[in-house]
């Protein structure tokens, strides 16, 4: 901070201070404060608030108990609230997704990293990244046509004769895990590609002249290597996944409801800002319990996550 | 046995790019596709009407203007107070540091939902309306911490004593911002400038929850999408995508014409100093 002061005076300084400031207490930390407070309080026609009524609550965290509806898991029903059902269903899924990214962006980016020659790199970069620039609204739109009941994907398959009738696709969860598999593989990609392309292309030399096997080599030199890849893309992915609202959305049948859109129908539809600040604030403590697991799991700090 | 192994890769590799290339194709096909529904198959003709159908459609270029001047705001926001918070944070040390660095990338990992209903609630405490301002104030939240890590990644390669030498020349606190310190920053605030304006154009979910009955792109072809879809948006799609494509082919081009340039003049040097042996 002295120095601070001594390179760029005191004018400046406090100019630093301020930007600062102002973005971390008015932009982040005091609507965050307002989402807490807000969530305990009831929702009110304007002339009640501040009143009597205006007292504090959980009822608004209380309601994701309501409604409950038949879940089976394997040969068991239960009665589960339809709320806290969306709730673990969007966490299974989104972990789902994200191991189903990981299986596939690895080979991909070990191939990036040791494989490929280093001449013909950027161009691969540079096709992997139009993709991700083309916007997320634009991708799942993209997989809504093709997984259309009587889009190209049935007529291929009738085609080639691999299916009879055509499949209904868009069903429960599945199109949203293929629409959320495509939209932020990338993201997986990126992370372990960085940290494969650290090792140090000796050590893998090494443990194929000790005779080590190929998967052996990945189990004891590589994927230790890249955990801190691996922590940051699992991550993006399940944040992604978790926040997202475009693709279950889009690509959801109506039995398959995301998290995000019981906290979007609070918000736009039953006009009720409270409830739907409670719901936030449960998907906001939802990803933060997840970074501080996968940090714990992986041992690594939040500076190595967000790069 | 490498040379077996290295062909399955090659393969992966090419069913992998297949895969993330096919949908935008099918895609940007279905917009010349004579159907009311937006699909390739059956194919029942070309035609152009959905491009002259997009060209006509005012709200699409109301929400595309909303969408440049959101992004241009938060660019022109995020990138000073990126900035800002990168200079302040390089002169820290210790507890203080990691706490403050914990704070400003905890936004980017943030719902955007969580994001877009806290800022709608602070500002609705004293009375400002949801509008695309508020829009443009959640976006910085989380997009200035972009800015935020390319500026601070750039700092580590500076070199405080040109500062130093500068003040004791006489310099004024300005003018070592100005002339030295600025200077070296710009190729990281350039790159902050462009992904603020990029991360802008893509948000969804915070835009949804502050903008008020404003249109952004996104927006307005998330509701086209859910409200009866027509190939207009597969048009606009397409005419997305080329532009993309254009700015990728644009890159590629000029990174190739650099690496040219490189290999002569290294060439050259390599020419001048065996002239020099002999």
């Given at each position: 901070?002295?120095?601070?002061?001594?390179?760029?005076?005191?004018?400046?300084?406090?100019a630093?201070?301020?930007?600062?400031?102002?973005?971390?207490?008015?932009?982040?930390?005091?609507?965050?404060?307002?989402?807490?407070?807000?969530?305990?309080?009831?929702?009110?026609?304007?002339?009640?608030?501040?009143?009597?009524l205006?007292?504090?609550?959980?009822?608004?965290?209380?309601?994701?108990f309501?409604?409950?509806?038949?879940?089976?898991?394997?040969?068991m029903?239960?009665?589960?609230?339809?709320?806290?059902k969306?709730?673990?269903?969007?966490?299974?899924?989104s972990?789902?997704?994200?191991?189903?990214?990981?299986?596939?962006?690895?080979?991909?980016?070990?191939?990036?990293?040791?494989?490929?020659?280093?001449?013909?790199?950027?161009?691969?970069?540079?096709?992997?990244?139009?993709?991700l620039?083309?916007?997320e609204?634009?991708?799942?739109?993209?997989?809504?046509?093709?997984?259309?009941?009587?889009?190209?994907?049935?007529?291929?398959?009738?085609?080639?004769g691999?299916?009879?009738?055509?499949?209904?696709?868009?069903?429960?969860?599945?199109?949203?895990?293929?629409?959320?598999?495509?939209?932020?593989?990338?993201?997986?990609?990126?992370?372990?590609?960085?940290?494969?392309?650290?090792?140090?292309?000796?050590?893998?030399?090494?443990?194929?002249?000790?005779?080590?096997?190929?998967?052996?080599?990945?189990?004891?030199?590589?994927?230790?290597?890249?955990?801190?890849?691996?922590?940051?893309?699992?991550?993006?992915?399940?944040?992604?996944?978790?926040?997202?609202?475009?693709?279950?959305?889009l690509?959801?049948s109506?039995?398959?409801?995301?998290?995000?859109?019981?906290?979007?129908?609070?918000?736009?539809?039953?006009?009720?800002?409270?409830?739907?600040?409670?719901?936030?604030?449960?998907?906001?403590?939802?990803?933060?319990?997840?970074?501080?697991?996968?940090?714990?799991?992986?041992?690594?700090?939040?500076?190595?996550?967000?790069? | 046995?490498?040379?077996?192994?290295?062909?399955?890769?090659?393969?992966?590799?090419?069913?992998?790019?297949?895969?993330?290339?096919?949908?935008?194709?099918?895609?940007?096909?279905?917009?010349?596709?004579?159907?009311?529904?937006?699909?390739v198959?059956p194919w029942?003709?070309?035609?152009?009407?959905?491009?002259?159908?997009?060209w006509?459609?005012?709200?699409?270029?109301?929400?595309?203007?909303?969408?440049?001047?959101?992004?241009?705001?938060?660019?022109?926001?995020?990138?000073?107070?990126?900035?800002?918070?990168?200079?302040?944070?390089?002169?820290?040390?210790?507890?203080?540091r990691?706490?403050?660095?914990?704070?400003?990338?905890?936004?980017?990992?943030?719902?955007?939902?969580?994001?877009?209903?806290?800022?709608?609630?602070?500002?609705?405490?004293?009375?400002?309306?949801?509008?695309?301002?508020?829009?443009?104030?959640?976006?910085?939240?989380?997009?200035?911490?972009?800015?935020?890590?390319?500026?601070?990644?750039?700092?580590?390669?500076?070199?405080?004593?040109l500062?130093?030498?500068?003040?004791?020349?006489?310099?004024?606190?300005?003018?070592?911002?100005?002339?030295?310190?600025?200077?070296?920053?710009?190729?990281?605030?350039?790159?902050?400038?462009?992904?603020?304006?990029?991360?802008?154009?893509?948000?969804?979910?915070?835009?949804?929850?502050?903008?008020?009955?404003?249109?952004?792109?996104?927006?307005?072809?998330?509701?086209?999408?859910?409200?009866?879809?027509?190939?207009?948006?597969?048009?606009?799609?397409?005419?997305?995508?080329?532009?993309?494509?254009?700015?990728?082919?644009?890159?590629?081009?000029?990174?190739?014409r650099?690496?040219?340039?490189?290999?002569?003049?290294?060439?050259?040097?390599?020419?001048?100093?065996?002239?020099?042996?002999?």
């Amino acid at each position: 901070m002295q120095e601070l002061l001594r390179r760029y005076g005191v004018g400046l300084t406090a100019a630093f201070i301020g930007l600062t400031a102002f973005w971390l207490l008015i932009l982040v930390i005091l609507p965050n404060v307002t989402l807490f407070e807000s969530s305990f309080r009831p929702y009110l026609p304007v002339v009640d608030v501040g009143g009597p009524l205006d007292t504090y609550s959980l009822n608004n965290y209380m309601k994701v108990f309501g409604v409950p509806v038949d879940v089976s898991v394997l040969w068991m029903t239960f009665q589960v609230p339809v709320h806290i059902k969306i709730f673990f269903g969007t966490i299974y899924y989104s972990t789902l997704v994200t191991v189903i990214t990981f299986l596939l962006a690895y080979p991909l980016a070990y191939y990036l990293a040791k494989v490929v020659s280093p001449k013909s790199l950027p161009t691969l970069f540079l096709l992997l990244f139009v993709p991700l620039w083309v916007s997320e609204i634009l991708r799942s739109f993209a997989w809504f046509i093709i997984l259309a009941f009587k889009g190209p994907l049935n007529a291929l398959l009738l085609n080639i004769g691999l299916i009879d009738a055509p499949v209904r696709w868009i069903s429960g969860y599945n199109s949203v895990i293929v629409g959320l598999v495509y939209t932020y593989v990338l993201f997986m990609v990126f992370p372990l590609y960085n940290a494969i392309q650290s090792l140090d292309t000796n050590q893998i030399e090494a443990a194929e002249d000790l005779g080590a096997p190929w998967w052996r080599i990945h189990q004891r030199v590589i994927l230790p290597h890249a955990k801190p890849g691996i922590a940051s893309g699992s991550v993006m992915v399940f944040m992604l996944c978790a926040g997202s609202l475009l693709v279950p959305t889009l690509l959801g049948s109506t039995s398959a409801q995301w998290f995000t859109q019981t906290i979007q129908q609070w918000m736009l539809e039953a006009l009720d800002w409270n409830t739907g600040a409670a719901y936030a604030f449960m998907l906001l403590i939802l990803c933060t319990v997840f970074v501080s697991v996968v940090m714990r799991i992986f041992r690594v700090k939040l500076s190595d996550i967000a790069k | 046995m490498h040379k077996n192994r290295n062909l399955a890769f090659h393969l992966y590799m090419a069913l992998f790019l297949a895969y993330l290339l096919i949908p935008l194709i099918i895609m940007g096909g279905a917009a010349f596709n004579d159907s009311k529904l937006p699909t390739v198959y059956p194919w029942k003709g070309y035609t152009d009407q959905w491009f002259i159908d997009l060209w006509n459609d005012n709200r699409i270029w109301i929400a595309f203007r909303n969408t440049i001047l959101v992004a241009v705001a938060v660019a022109a926001i995020s990138v000073p107070i990126g900035t800002a918070a990168a200079i302040l944070i390089n002169s820290l040390g210790g507890r203080i540091r990691s706490a403050l660095y914990g704070i400003m990338v905890a936004p980017i990992l943030a719902p955007g939902a969580v994001i877009g209903i806290s800022t709608l609630l602070f500002w609705n405490k004293f009375s400002v309306p949801a509008g695309l301002h508020l829009s443009v104030l959640g976006q910085v939240s989380y997009i200035a911490a972009f800015v935020m890590l390319l500026v601070l990644a750039r700092l580590q390669s500076f070199d405080h004593s040109l500062e130093e030498a500068a003040l004791d020349l006489g310099a004024t606190h300005s003018q070592v911002m100005r002339r030295i310190m600025l200077p070296h920053l710009y190729p990281a605030i350039g790159a902050g400038a462009a992904i603020a304006f990029f991360q802008s154009i893509e948000n969804f979910n915070i835009t949804l929850f502050t903008r008020g009955n404003a249109d952004t792109l996104t927006v307005y072809v998330f509701s086209k999408v859910r409200s009866g879809i027509t190939p207009t948006i597969n048009a606009l799609a397409l005419l997305l995508i080329l532009f993309t494509l254009g700015l990728a082919v644009w890159y590629e081009l000029n990174r190739r014409r650099k690496a040219r340039i490189e290999a002569a003049r290294e060439a050259e040097g390599r020419r001048a100093e065996e002239a020099a042996l002999l």
